[in-house]
């Protein structure tokens, strides 16, 4: 018996792609089976290197978050990614749209909140100032786009010749919080008068 096999428990797994990421119940069945029914143990792994597990059994994800000390000192396990402002804009443009969704229920009982580019194109310049650049802006937004998706916040579900269907990822919602999303458009507010 190798060194591996002795020392693997029915739960590493799980852990590694925790590690690399959010997991997601239709996307990972097993890896979120082992998850949901390891909870207890995998938190008490990962508890070990300044980690904490969150699962949204719910929302159908899983992710792990730094723990901090009282001043907010973290390992620095987990590297924060810097966003710009546009990105950002995208961000809450796409939070939004997906708390509008939870908040009007359908008869059908819909989870998945889906958006194309041209949607996502038409919701943003309603959200950007008016004085901001909003044609250098426009041209780069595919590629604000493309940087969601590697976050992990939109997933691309089929494309045509002219539009992107995408699927937004309920992650965002741990990510950009109803505060962060008011704090936000405050900011957004504020700005704009200054001008």
Request: hydrophobic share 35%.
């Amino acid at each position: 018996m190798s060194s591996l096999e002795r020392n693997i428990k029915p739960y590493s797994k799980a852990i590694v792609k925790l590690l690399k990421g959010v997991i997601e119940r239709n996307r990972n069945s097993n890896v979120w089976d082992d998850v949901v029914n390891y909870q207890t143990e995998i938190q008490d792994y990962i508890s070990q290197i300044g980690l904490e597990l969150i699962v949204k059994k719910e929302e159908g994800f899983a992710f792990v978050k730094q723990l901090e000390d009282g001043e907010g000192n973290t390992l620095n396990l987990i590297t924060r990614r810097q966003i710009g402002f546009e990105t950002s804009i995208v961000l809450v443009v796409l939070r939004q749209s997906l708390e509008e969704f939870d908040s009007n229920p359908t008869q059908f009982q819909v989870f998945e909140k889906f958006i194309t580019d041209l949607e996502i194109k038409e919701e943003v310049e309603l959200f950007l100032p008016e004085k901001f650049n909003r044609v250098k802006f426009l041209k780069e937004l595919d590629g604000y786009i493309n940087n969601i998706v590697k976050l992990g916040y939109l997933s691309e579900v089929n494309k045509k010749e002219n539009e992107t269907k995408y699927q937004i990822q309920r992650i965002i919602k741990e990510k950009v919080t109803l505060d962060i999303l008011q704090e936000f458009k405050l900011k957004l507010q504020e700005n704009v008068e200054s001008i």
